[in-house]
């Protein structure tokens, strides 16, 4: 079984929309990052948490919000969805800051 | 300029060729270095840390050099399957500072 998991893996929204992506994770670790991914452009942070209580915006935070439910769950929502939000997202896990675990990637497109 | 900048390529290399590329990075505070491999449509995974007196694994060599704020990796005897896309990650001193490259696409043919 994947270490880090995230549902749904491929979502087609339109816009205006409320959408929530959720990450898993068994590694135990504390961290949990959302970044997206935008061809060309690399990974940019969206959200980082390092622990159930502590939550931090990352680089590109605007029209984002994440919930840390529990230590191996971080979940992503898109309030009110527009289309230049169409990326694929990854959540990542670390311990201490250093090396991330990736999950499959979510392909969100918003019409 | 961007904070971490790479040659997006792609390089085209035939198999068992040593192919080489760099990745600079602007903050001189930059803590820790990673090369990271993503295959296309996946989720990129960590290949190597880079530590300040270079470090091999295997076919993988990367180094570090702080004066001119550059990383590098170092493929020996190239294999069809190090067809990927190569992501250079540098860390500043706090989370929020963990800046993503735009990644290296290399190519190997037969």
């Known amino acids: 079984d994947a270490d880090v998991t995230q549902t749904p893996r491929n979502r087609i929204t339109k816009t205006g929309k409320r959408i929530m992506l959720e990450c898993s994770q068994t590694k135990g670790h504390d961290r949990m990052y959302w970044y997206r991914q935008d061809p060309g452009l690399g990974l940019r942070l969206i959200y980082y948490s390092f622990d159930v209580k502590d939550i931090n915006k990352g680089e590109i935070s605007d029209g984002y919000s994440v919930s840390r439910q529990a230590q191996a769950k971080f979940s992503l929502s898109l309030e009110s969805a527009i289309p230049n939000q169409t990326a694929l997202y990854f959540c990542?896990?670390?311990?201490?800051?250093?090396?991330?675990?990736f999950g499959p990637g979510t392909r969100l497109t918003v019409l | 300029r961007k904070e971490v900048e790479q040659d997006p390529g792609p390089f085209n290399v035939p198999e068992g060729a040593t192919v080489a590329f760099n990745c600079t990075y602007s903050?001189?505070?930059?803590?820790?270095f990673f090369w990271y491999r993503q295959d296309c449509r996946k989720e990129p995974k960590l290949l190597m840390s880079v530590y300040s007196s270079g470090n091999e694994d295997g076919r993988f060599t990367a180094q570090l050099n702080r004066a001119s704020q550059y990383i590098s990796l170092l493929i020996r005897d190239s294999k069809l399957s190090d067809s990927a896309t190569y992501l250079c990650v540098v860390k500043g001193s706090s989370a929020s500072k963990i800046i993503f490259g735009s990644g290296t696409r290399l190519s190997i043919r037969p």
């Open positions: 990542a896990t670390s311990w201490g800051g250093e090396k991330q675990f």
């Open positions: 903050n001189s505070a930059s803590q820790s």
